[in-house]
T-cell receptor
Framework: AQSVTQLDSQVPVFEEAPVELRCNYS??????LFWYVQYPNQGLQLLLK??????LVKGINGFEAEFNKSQTSFHLRKPSVHISDTAEYFC???????????FGTGTRLQVFP | NAGVMQNPRHLVRRRGQEARLRCSPM?????VYWYRQLPEEGLKFMVY????????ESGMPKERFSAEFPKEGPSILRIQQVVRGDSAAYFC????????????FGPGTRLTVT
């Protein structure tokens, strides 16, 4: 069975500092990988996705993530965060051939001025 | 181009009542997914529907929960005889079809059972 682990439930960081949100997954088959962002009282918005090809994926709002098959990781990074990046971030996987998403428990990114 | 719409945004029910949550997918999308988010947890898959068909309901509780996506009108998630443990945010997502790789989420319905 697939599972997604987001080790950090909260990540506090100062504005303009770099940030990395960690995501590890387990699956016995090939997967697609996603990062979503959820602002307070809103639905989820897709930041980026990895389907195949280049392991470095660039998304919206200056975020990027790198797929590491050997370490089964898909960490999200941003070189310089803004106050507006304060939100909940969810990593998700879906097994190739299915459409349901398996989510991690989320990481709350808090950006301080 | 309206996104995924869900209503109501907030729903309060007493224990034992029924809750009906509605989801209108994005224009051109024929596939709908329902997820539940319990407090302090990630989203859990519940059910995946096409028009008039349930494709995957492996995440649906065996009792009291049902979902439909009729030929006309929104998708409905129905919870009968609600209990306090049903209090959660219920999100709907839609896509253009199998293998579309991107699901667009609605703003959610926050159900509170008193």
């Amino acid at each position: 069975a697939q599972s997604v682990t987001q080790l950090d439930s909260q990540v506090p960081v100062f504005e303009e500092a770099p940030v990395e949100l960690r995501c590890n997954y387990s699956s016995s088959v090939s997967v697609y990988l996603f990062w979503y962002v959820q602002y307070p009282n809103q639905g989820l918005q897709l930041l980026l996705k990895y389907l195949s090809g280049s392991t470095l994926v660039k998304g919206i709002n200056g975020f990027e993530a790198e797929f590491n098959k050997s370490q089964t990781s898909f960490h999200l990074r941003k070189p310089s965060v803004h106050i507006s990046d304060t939100a909940e971030y969810f990593c998700a996987v879906s097994e190739r051939g299915t459409d349901k998403l398996i989510f991690g428990t989320g990481t709350r990114l808090q950006v301080f001025p | 181009n309206a996104g995924v719409m869900q209503n109501p945004r907030h729903l309060v029910r007493r224990r034992g009542q029924e809750a009906r949550l509605r989801c209108s997918p994005m224009k051109g999308h024929s596939h709908v997914y329902w997820y539940r988010q319990l407090p302090e947890e990630g989203l859990k898959f519940m059910v995946y529907l096409q028009k008039e068909n349930i494709i995957d309901e492996s995440g649906m509780p065996k009792e009291r929960f049902s979902a439909e996506f009729p030929k006309e009108g929104p998708s409905i998630l129905r919870i009968q005889q609600v209990v306090r443990g049903d209090s959660a945010a219920y999100f709907c997502a839609s896509s253009t079809g199998t293998g579309a790789y991107e699901q667009y989420f609605g703003p959610g319905t926050r159900l509170t059972v008193t």
